[in-house]
C-alpha cells in the first residue's frame, strides 16, 4: 500500500466515525426534544407534554412519572417537607438472584436519588395543609417493604397526631419479595394506622396510578374514604394469567384497568392527572 493510499483510507475511516458519533448526538438530542406518545404515537414537543402534566394531548395516555415530578404538579410552590428521609432498607436476610440485594438497593439509590419506594411529608394544596406519601415505581417498581411500611405508618400517625388529611398516591408490584415476610407484615401494620386514623375522624384519599397491584392493592390502596384512579390504570391483586389459569375462564379485555374497576364498585372516581389538583382541592373542601 502506497502512503498516499494509507492516508485515503485514514481520512476515510476519520470521516466515517465523525459522522457515526454526530449521528448518534442527533439522534441523542432529538429524543430528548421529541417525544413519542406510547399508545398513539403522537409526536410532541417535550416542554408540551411537560406543560400537560406528562399526559398526552392528544389520547390522553399517562407517562410514568416520578414522585418529584407528583410533589411539583399536585402540591403549592415550595410547600413539600420531607419526613423521615433518612430511613433506608437493609438486607435482613442476605438475599441475592442475579445480584445482592444490597448491592441492588445501593444501584437503585444511585439511579434514582431515593432512599426507597416512597417519599413522605407535609404540604400544602391550595394552602389546605395535607400529610402525604407518594411511591415511585422507578425504585423497584415501587415494591413494599420495611422501609415502605415504616415511613408510610409512621405519617400516618403524624397526621393522626396533627389532625391532618391524609392521601397516598399508590404505583406499585407489590410487597418485596427480598425481604420476604418482614413486607407482608407491613400490610398489616399500615392498615392498623389507617384504621387508628379513621377513628380520629379524619379522611383519607387513596390515589391508584399505573400500576398498583399486589399486597398494596390488598391493604392500603383499598382502604381510602375515597379511592380516586387515574384513566386506564393497572389495578389488581394477581396477574391476568393467574387468573385465567385459576378460573378456567377468559377475562374481558378491559378487565383490572380503573375503568373495569370503576363500573364494578371498586373505585369511587377516575380522575386525569391534569386535573386532580382542582379535584383534590374541592374534596379537601368539604371536609375541613
Not at 396477574?239 to 363500573?263: A, C, H, M, W
Request: charged share 20%.
Amino acid at each position: 500500500m502506497s502512503l498516499l493510499d494509507w492516508l485515503v483510507e485514514k481520512r476515510n475511516i476519520s470521516l466515517k466515525n465523525y459522522l457515526k458519533n454526530n449521528n448518534n448526538y442527533n439522534q441523542k438530542l432529538c429524543n430528548n426534544i421529541w417525544i413519542k406518545c406510547s399508545k398513539c404515537n403522537f409526536l410532541m414537543y417535550f416542554k408540551a407534554l411537560d406543560y400537560n402534566n406528562k399526559v398526552c394531548p392528544k389520547c390522553d395516555y399517562h407517562f410514568p412519572i416520578s414522585s418529584y415530578d407528583r410533589i411539583q404538579q399536585i402540591f403549592d410552590e415550595n410547600s413539600w417537607f420531607c419526613l423521615n428521609n433518612s430511613l433506608s432498607s437493609i438486607d435482613p436476610l442476605g438475599f441475592f438472584d442475579k445480584k445482592l440485594y444490597r448491592k441492588r438497593l445501593y444501584d437503585t439509590k444511585i439511579k434514582t436519588g431515593l432512599s426507597d419506594a416512597i417519599q413522605t411529608g407535609i404540604a400544602s394544596i391550595g394552602k389546605i395543609r395535607v400529610a402525604c406519601g407518594i411511591m415511585d415505581f422507578r425504585f423497584m417498581g415501587g415494591s413494599m417493604g420495611s422501609v415502605v411500611g415504616e415511613k408510610l405508618t409512621r405519617l400516618i400517625e403524624h397526621s393522626t397526631i396533627q389532625k391532618l388529611p391524609l392521601i397516598i398516591l399508590c404505583a406499585s408490584g407489590g410487597a418485596r419479595m427480598q425481604e420476604g415476610m418482614l413486607s407482608l407484615m407491613q400490610m398489616a401494620k399500615i392498615s392498623s394506622a389507617l384504621y387508628k386514623h379513621s377513628e380520629a375522624g379524619l379522611v383519607y384519599f387513596s390515589i391508584l396510578t399505573s400500576p398498583t397491584t399486589g399486597g398494596v392493592t390488598a391493604s392500603f390502596a383499598m382502604l381510602g374514604d375515597i379511592i380516586i384512579a387515574e384513566p386506564k390504570a393497572l389495578i389488581a391483586f394477581a396477574g391476568r394469567r393467574v387468573i385465567e389459569q385459576t378460573i378456567k375462564e377468559d377475562l374481558p379485555d378491559n378487565f383490572q384497568t380503573s375503568e373495569y374497576l370503576f363500573k364494578h364498585g371498586f373505585i369511587d372516581l377516575i380522575v386525569s392527572r391534569t386535573e386532580l389538583k382542582n379535584k383534590l382541592f374541592d374534596l379537601l373542601s368539604l371536609y375541613i
